[in-house]
């Protein structure tokens, strides 16, 4: 059992991002709010997913922050490994576009973390999809689904996703493992077009995390990617 512990500001963002708190973390003194992330094992009545899966979230913290602590900051919710414990979780957490912090929310593998550096992550990248306010909801419980479901076919090529809310734009990506085999990237992308049921003119961008390492050579610059819905 792993055990994380919460300052209170990581606890008001749980209360924001869970709709019950109370369903995925145990009652413990103020302040200091112990939350166990519990791999509980598959009843013979249960259906296993291919792998685990740990739901988490990031919050900036308060003052200054270097990007490269981003792991120490990232606080688990809950582990899966069925399809009843997936739904048993998900239905408890609010969706993206109802959540009203700036807000990393992570679906990763167990054993990877949601950070470019992890061994897993090191040489592979992500598609990303940039989505007007509104859309994002419906866009992250597809891509779970399609996750946990293993629609995408490429062995363990697929590593986590993330969503991350925004005040102007949600962003959501989807990691893998290998950034420069193409045949599996463009085979991600053309599962991701399917099971999101993209419209023809959404754009996809794939970026290496070894390029998200380097130091920005125009920091400020977006690729500004928007999938416009419809």
Aim: hydrophobic share 35%.
């Amino acid at each position: 059992m792993n055990t994380t512990y919460l300052d209170e500001r990581h606890i008001v963002a749980l209360e924001k991002l869970v709709a019950d708190p109370e369903e995925v973390q145990d009652v413990a003194p103020p302040r200091v709010v112990p939350m166990y992330v519990k791999d509980t094992p598959c009843t013979p009545l249960e259906h296993p997913l291919e792998y685990t899966y740990v739901y988490s979230f990031f919050l900036r913290p308060p003052g200054k922050f270097d990007p490269v602590e981003y792991a120490q900051y990232v606080q688990q919710i809950a582990a899966v490994r069925s399809v009843e414990q997936f739904w048993s979780v998900y239905r408890h957490i609010k969706r993206p576009c109802d959540i009203g912090e700036k807000v990393d929310v992570h679906f990763f593998k167990k054993g990877i973390k949601p950070v470019w550096e992890d061994e897993a992550n090191l040489k592979g990248g992500k598609w990303i999809l940039r989505l007007k306010k509104g859309l994002s909801s419906r866009i992250w419980e597809n891509l779970l689904l399609a996750m946990a479901g293993e629609q995408f076919l490429v062995g363990d090529e697929i590593c986590g996703a993330v969503c991350s809310v925004r005040n102007q734009e949600d962003i959501v990506s989807l990691w893998n493992r290998t950034a420069d085999n193409i045949g599996v990237t463009n085979r991600i992308r053309d599962t991701l077009r399917r099971v999101l049921n993209l419209p023809i003119n959404a754009v996809m961008e794939y970026k290496r995390h070894d390029e998200c390492l380097k130091p920005a050579k125009y920091p400020y610059q977006t690729t500004g990617i928007v999938y416009p819905g419809g």
